[in-house]
């Protein structure tokens, strides 16, 4: 049903074929979870053409609507003669539609150029309580774009704008407004409103455990019933909603069937998306296009909390002591570290090989991550889980290149800017010190406790902090209320002799 074959004219043995078509009408959302964005991915994922009208931009992300520019009514006049005059559209989706000439216009463009069906998402209030349509639209919405509508699908404070502010609690409250039969007086007041379907979103009705929406077909109400999902991630849920219905619709299937296939799409992207993290704000982006995942599309995620305790070894330490590296790496991992690093500055290739293999033994025993000071061909040819590079090193994106997606790759930062070009680089962690003055590393300039905010602050990646970090002033550290600082980093003579 989805693809339609014709003859093609003068090419023998061949078929032109096209795909149904939604036309949406909506304003874009420079986060891509709702608007033009969210109705392109979704009628992508229901296998079904979109082309999109743009009636305003909108600057937004995931804490909400920071500027609304309305495109000029001639301007979208223009864009819906060129698409509806070319392009063979079945439906037609609309969202935002910020003023009452761009209703105008589109109402004049439906009748000129008919389609197979109207899906009306009245969006007046972004998710984030941010208006998006000036009052004069209400009435435009009302008298002239309603009546053209197949399906209206408010949520509950539209449903309840376009009947006249009447507030909407309770699914009863819901069946006695749409009900004309119930309500004469009210079915009167709102014919234009309640010309044919109805779909109410209740996703925020009070007190709810399901996500309950309610659609009334002119004749009968279905209580559609779907689990509420625990997720920030509902952000362009109407939007989706609304345009994967006219997607079904736009394939030939029926109106309830069209709402019943929308719902349980949105619902199974939320599911999928439960855990993403987009953005910072309190209101998250979905995955529209879940079912393509099967495509391995990303690095695996280095897993910040192997960072917390972060041992490195130290040559001068060991011989000290007497133990080779692989004992000591034995003695940091009893002693709790989650992390290794062999930091082996004078060791000749062979010996750095030999010790590799022998601590990967032990890490992998463990499940604790094994990391090489600098060598890069040493990582490489042993398969140990990554390297530390500094500034001096390897640029991180060549080594990342070298390495593939897979390894774990630290940077060590100094600055804003080099915390900055780390996470750019694709680094997965960031070692920012000496933090206090060490004897570890001759010469090394000691960042202190503001530069170990800056580069946090800096950076989305995790930080271990490193350089003369003891019992005396791991508080100090801790103090700082960092949220990326994920770890301290000692070296192995002290993990071993309990700090
Ligand atoms: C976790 C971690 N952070 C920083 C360093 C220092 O690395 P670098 O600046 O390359 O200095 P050397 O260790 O190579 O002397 C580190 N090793 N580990
Ligand atoms: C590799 C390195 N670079 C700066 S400090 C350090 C090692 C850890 O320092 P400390 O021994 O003071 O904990
Ligand atoms: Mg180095």
Request: hydrophobic share 40%; aromatic share 6%.
């Amino acid at each position: 049903m989805a693809e339609v074959r014709t003859a093609a004219a003068g090419t023998p043995g061949r078929g032109y074929w096209r795909l149904p078509h939604v036309l949406t009408v909506a304003g874009s959302d420079s986060g891509a979870g709702a608007g033009i964005q969210a109705d392109i991915k979704a009628c992508g994922a229901a296998g079904v053409y979109c082309s999109s009208v743009i009636t305003a931009l909108t600057a937004q992300n995931t804490i909400g609507v920071q500027r609304v520019c309305s495109i000029d009514e001639n301007m979208v006049a223009e864009q819906l003669r060129s698409v509806l005059s070319d392009m063979q559209v079945d439906v037609v989706k609309t969202g935002m539609l910020p003023s009452a000439g761009v209703i105008k216009v589109l109402c004049q463009n439906i009748k000129e150029f008919p389609v197979r069906a109207v899906v009306v998402d009245p969006v007046m209030v972004s998710t984030s309580g941010d208006l998006l349509s000036g009052p004069t639209t209400l009435t435009g919405l009302q008298q002239e774009l309603l009546p053209l509508a197949d399906i209206v699908t408010p949520n509950l404070k539209e449903a309840s704008a376009l009947l006249g502010g009447i507030s909407l609690n309770t699914i009863d409250d819901i069946v006695l407004l749409l009900n004309p039969y119930m309500n004469m007086e009210l079915a009167l007041a709102n014919m234009y409103t309640w010309y044919r379907n109805v779909l109410v979103k209740g996703g925020d009705l009070p007190n709810s455990l399901d996500a309950i929406d309610i659609f009334y077909d002119g004749e009968n109400f279905h209580e559609l019933y779907g689990p509420r999902r625990m997720t920030r991630n509902t952000h362009g849920t109407g939007c989706t909603l609304a345009s994967y219905i006219a997607a079904e619709l736009a394939k030939g299937f029926s109106m309830l069937q069209a709402v019943q296939e929308a719902k349980t799409f949105v619902d199974s992207a939320l599911l999928h998306s439960q855990d993403l993290m987009i953005g910072k704000g309190p209101q998250g982006p979905f995955h529209h296009l879940f079912r393509q995942q099967s495509i391995p599309s990303q690095k695996p995620r280095f897993d910040a909390k192997h960072l917390l305790l972060y041992a490195v070894t130290d040559s001068a330490m060991n011989r000290k002591w007497g133990r080779s590296i692989s004992e000591a790496v034995e003695a940091s991992i009893e002693g709790g570290a989650t992390i290794v690093q062999l930091r082996e500055k004078e060791a000749e290739a062979g010996e750095f090989v030999e010790a590799t293999m022998e601590c990967l033994d032990i890490c992998r025993t463990s499940g604790v991550p094994l990391l090489i000071n600098d060598r890069i061909d040493i990582a490489l040819a042993c398969d140990a889980d990554g390297v530390h590079l500094g500034q001096t090193d390897m640029p991180a994106g060549l080594a990342r290149k070298i390495l593939g997606p897979s390894k774990i790759i630290g940077v060590s930062c100094k600055t804003a800017e080099q915390a900055q070009k780390a996470w750019a680089d694709g680094a997965d962690y960031i070692g920012c010190g000496g933090v206090f003055p060490t004897t570890t590393k001759q010469d090394n300039l000691t960042v202190g406790l503001e530069g170990l905010r800056t580069v946090c602050l800096a950076s989305q990646l995790p930080v271990v902090a490193i350089g003369g970090i003891n019992s005396g002033n791991v508080q100090s550290v801790m103090q700082l209320g960092l949220a990326n600082l994920k770890g301290l980093l000692l070296c192995l003579g002290f993990l071993t002799r309990s700090v």
